[in-house]
């Protein structure tokens, strides 16, 4: 829901339950204007953002997105790349405006959800969308999921559900990926990853460990016959994952560390959602990142360095 201006706090989103008792955010105008975003930005000491909108929308609201997108990062081409939006399994019509947003408006990229019509990422009905993708050349933004399905065990009175159920959603979205024959099937095909992959990091090994019991191999995971062909972190080495969803959590970005390279991660904030006006807290997640035990070239590659050049970008 957009509301006007910002709150009396001063807040531009703010968290509230609906009358079935979920969290919903409240979104006011000042979220949604680039003079918002500049601002926010300098305050924090960010030099360029991509802008993104939510995915689930009619193609009509993703028409307008894409031509709004499009002028504003041609108002502020050196602080704006903008990512396309459309209804990834809206058929022709839709594949039509991807190409449309990226050849002709200049966009980078396209940004979906983790389900669409409740089809997961590894199912056949997005084999159009992922052709256009990959013909493209624009990597594919997955978006954590707001209200999964499927999580009941995870309703309670308090906020379980809401901090709990998207992370689970987006880490089976990785594994998916991973182990669904998406990137058998499109090898070149390029996935940004959100929330760190929902904390996927902390179950790598158990995956390692279950596809490589002896006398197991592939068969208690593909009862008809094998989705890839080659070990399945060959795959999960393709991926990108977003730093954004944590606000200041280090111990998520030292422990995504443990299995993802930092060549294949990107800064991100979330703003608004996260961070909000706490434009200190942003800049002391940048410090905190730069103080890591790393190599420059890995800490730069985090803060922009791998997001220039995946998006081909000049620094």
């Known amino acids: 829901m957009l509301t006007k201006g910002k709150s009396a706090s001063g807040r531009v989103v703010e968290r509230h339950r609906d009358k079935d008792g979920n969290i919903r955010l409240r979104v006011h105008e000042a979220a949604g204007t680039a003079e918002g975003h500049l601002e926010f930005m ?18 009509e609201d993703c028409l307008e997105w894409n031509d709004r997108c499009a002028r504003v990062v041609k108002e502020y081409p050196d602080r704006f790349v903008g990512y396309a939006s459309i209804p990834p399994l ?35 009905v997005y084999w159009p969308f992922y052709e256009k993708a990959s013909e493209l050349k624009i990597p594919i933004d997955v ?16 906020a379980l559900h809401y901090v709990l ?44 460990a279950y596809l490589s019991y002896v006398g197991a191999g ?57 961070y909000d006006n706490d434009t200190q807290g942003a800049r002391q997640y940048i410090s905190d990142i730069r103080k890591l035990g790393l190599p ?9 360095g791998n997001g220039a050049r995946l998006l081909g970008i000049r620094r």
């Open 90 to 124: 809206g058929g022709r019509p839709a594949l039509n405006e991807l190409e449309r947003a990226v050849s002709g408006l200049g966009l980078k990229g396209v940004h979906v959800m983790s389900r669409s019509g409740g089809h997961y990422l590894d199912d056949k």
């Open 42 to 59: 300098d305050e924090a000491g960010i030099d360029m953002a991509v802008l993104t909108t939510n995915p689930e929308r009619s193609l």
């Open 143 to 158: 978006h954590i999921e707001a209200n999964p399905p499927g999580f009941d065990g995870l309703r309670a009175s308090y």
């Open 218 to 274: 592939w068969q208690d995971f593909y009862p008809d016959k094998p989705l890839i062909t080659k070990p399945w972190r060959h795959y999960f080495e393709k991926l990108y994952f977003n730093m954004a969803g944590r606000e200041q959590g280090m111990d998520t970005v030292t422990c995504a560390l443990t299995n993802i390279s930092p060549k294949k991660m990107l800064f991100g904030t979330d703003w608004p959602f996260n």
């Open 296 to 304: 420059g070239e890995d800490i730069d590659a985090m803060l922009g």
């Open 165 to 208: 159920a998207r992370e689970f959603d987006m880490c089976a979205t990785t594994m998916r990926i991973c182990l669904g024959g998406v990137l058998e099937e499109f090898p070149d095909l390029i996935f940004i990853v959100n929330h760190f992959g929902g904390g996927v990091s902390a179950v790598l090994e158990r995956f390692d």
